[in-house]
């Protein structure tokens, strides 16, 4: 199982950035898949899961209106785009999947928003 995220960066508040994560190693059309995201001194916190049709669910539901995730399963890729950045969005992003009794992690990618 591999999971490869990307696509963040340092952007100033009110932008925009699409998040990408490709997978590979299992069979990616078949499983629902998470978003998730670490800010510094805190844990781990679940931001969205789409399931293996595409249907978005947000954890938060204040974010709700500021994310929209989605899946290629044609390119075994899932995305997050996070639009109206605030500085509390700083956080390293991760993708995951849950196989079996396992839990898998990307390695994840930066998102540093600044004021």
């Known amino acids: 199982v591999q999971l490869q995220a990307s696509g963040g960066g340092l952007v100033q508040a009110g932008e925009s950035l699409r998040l990408s994560c490709a997978a590979s190693g299992f069979p990616f059309s078949a499983l629902d898949m998470e978003w998730y995201r670490q800010a510094p001194g805190k844990q781990r916190e679940l931001v969205a899961e789409i399931s293996r049709s595409g249907t978005p669910n947000y954890a938060d539901s204040s974010m709700e209106g500021r994310l929209l995730a989605s899946r290629d399963n044609a390119k075994f890729t899932i995305f997050l785009q996070v639009d109206s950045l605030k500085p509390e969005d700083t956080a390293v992003y991760y993708c995951?999947?849950?196989?079996?009794?396992?839990?898998?992690w990307g390695q994840g990618t930066q998102v540093t928003v600044s004021s």
């Open positions: 995951s999947v849950y196989i079996g009794s396992q839990r898998y």
